[in-house]
């Protein structure tokens, strides 16, 4: 479901105050001009949205900095012309692609360049190490250029972090399967902190002129430091499920061997084969279950054997009242008067009547529910419907208004639209 979309960027907080405060915020609101960019590469459907990035990362990572027409014909030889002029012009229009009328060529603009760096982890290979690989590389490189900012190091922390509760919840859990599946992400995690060590600790270990930077530059060392410490309780676990390992007979078979044996078998229920007619359906219930359904069973209500259980006696029932829509009585008025003046004897033409003499008369709502009315006479799709406003389109009579006013001596209504109201003529 679509979001509800508000008018500004504060009109999604309870106090417009608190975007301010947040220095998160402040920071995203400098950059719009990459957030609209990054919008309008992303918009769309998928195919469309790939299309451009595409494009506009082969444009990103071309040596040559001002290319010709030709040039991009050259490169994106592959695409049809209709697709290459829609990205390109979608470029343009997002400020990431100039076009110097003078020297009658295309060069990518600073803002592009932001993106570009934005945009640069999805232009390499999938791996295992993704999930922290790009924020080491970002931390450490930004640190060795002397570019350190708070929030890369804050990101890196929390992703630290997270890691940390997920091995951390895999020890406790005691269980063989789930330590064997966590120790190769695990070794990864610490091989990639350990190739950065260097610089975090040359990060940490600096002294900077932004306390921020300086904050989150401790708090990273230390989830650095608890997630290397994990490593001697991370061997233990997997020493002590080694340990709970069950040698069957002679033959050398663990418990872990049968395990994964039954794992990887495509349908344990056939290993049963013919040894049972009637298949086996386990139904596990734990104690607290059993104990829940016996503490509902005693303090459930039962009936009274001693007393009657016949039906109640019978009771009249209450008069009740159908209430329906009405329409309002102004409605029904102006149908009856149409149709009285439309009713003409002897089979004669009806005569013209102004506005005025079907619209004045009580007050002023009255008066302009009236003349809202006006406009259904004649009307096709109008006349398709049942009820009462069916039956006022369907009348023999046309409006026409001008587009001039007239006093009026109505003491509700000081002006009104001259009008005419004319009989429909059918056609032979």
Do not use: C
Not at 301 to 320: F, K, W, Y
């Amino acid at each position: 479901m679509d979001e509800p979309e508000a008018a500004s960027f504060e009109g999604y907080f309870r106090d417009p105050s608190f975007a301010a405060e947040s220095s998160l915020a402040w920071a995203l609101g400098q950059r719009l001009d990459v957030l609209d960019a990054m919008r309008g590469l992303l918009s769309g459907g998928q195919a469309s949205a790939r299309l451009r990035l595409w494009v506009f990362l082969e444009l990103a990572a071309h040596p040559q900095g001002r290319l010709q027409r030709e040039d991009l014909n050259q490169l994106f030889h592959s695409l049809k012309p209709d697709a290459l002029d829609t990205v390109l012009k979608r470029l343009r229009d997002l400020g990431l692609l100039i076009w110097d009328s003078t020297a009658q060529d295309y060069h990518l603009s600073p803002l592009a360049h932001h993106a570009q760096a934005l945009l640069a982890p999805l232009a390499r290979m999938a791996s295992e190490d993704d999930e922290m690989a790009s924020l080491l590389a970002q931390v450490a490189g930004a640190q060795a250029l002397g570019l350190s900012d708070a929030g890369q190091i804050r990101h890196l922390h929390a992703q630290l972090a997270r890691l940390y509760d997920d091995f951390a919840d895999a020890i406790a859990s005691g269980s063989e399967a789930r330590l064997r599946e966590a120790q190769p992400r695990f070794e990864r995690a610490l091989k990639l902190v350990g190739r950065a060590g260097e610089a975090l600790t040359a990060l940490i270990r600096s002294e900077h002129d932004d306390p921020r930077l300086e904050r989150e530059a401790r708090a990273l060392g230390y989830g650095q430091a608890r997630l290397l410490a994990m490593a001697s309780q991370f061997t233990r676990a997997l020493q002590q499920a080694d340990r709970q390992r069950v040698t069957l007979g002679s033959t050398g078979i663990t418990s872990s061997d049968v395990r994964h044996w039954l794992q990887s078998h495509p349908a344990l229920s056939e290993l049963l084969g013919d040894a049972l007619s009637v298949g086996v359906r386990p139904i596990f219930v734990s104690g607290h279950d059993l104990l829940d359904v016996a503490e509902g069973e005693f303090e459930r209500d039962r009936p009274d054997r001693q007393r009657s259980q016949g039906l109640p006696p019978p009771l009249e029932a209450v008069t009740g009242e159908m209430e329906v829509l009405h329409m309002p009585q102004e409605l029904d008025d102006l149908i009856v008067q149409l149709g009285a003046w439309a009713n003409v004897p002897d089979g004669g033409l009806p005569e013209q009547h102004p506005v005025t003499e079907v619209v004045l008369g009580g007050r002023f709502a009255q008066v302009a529910y009236r003349m809202q009315l006006l406009p259904l006479l004649g009307d096709a799709q109008a006349r398709t419907l049942k009820g009462q406003t069916g039956d006022l389109a369907r009348l023999p009579w046309r409006v026409e208004l001008q587009p001039v006013v007239q006093s009026t001596d109505d003491e509700h209504v000081a002006v009104i639209s001259v009008g005419q109201l004319s009989p429909e003529i059918e056609s032979p």
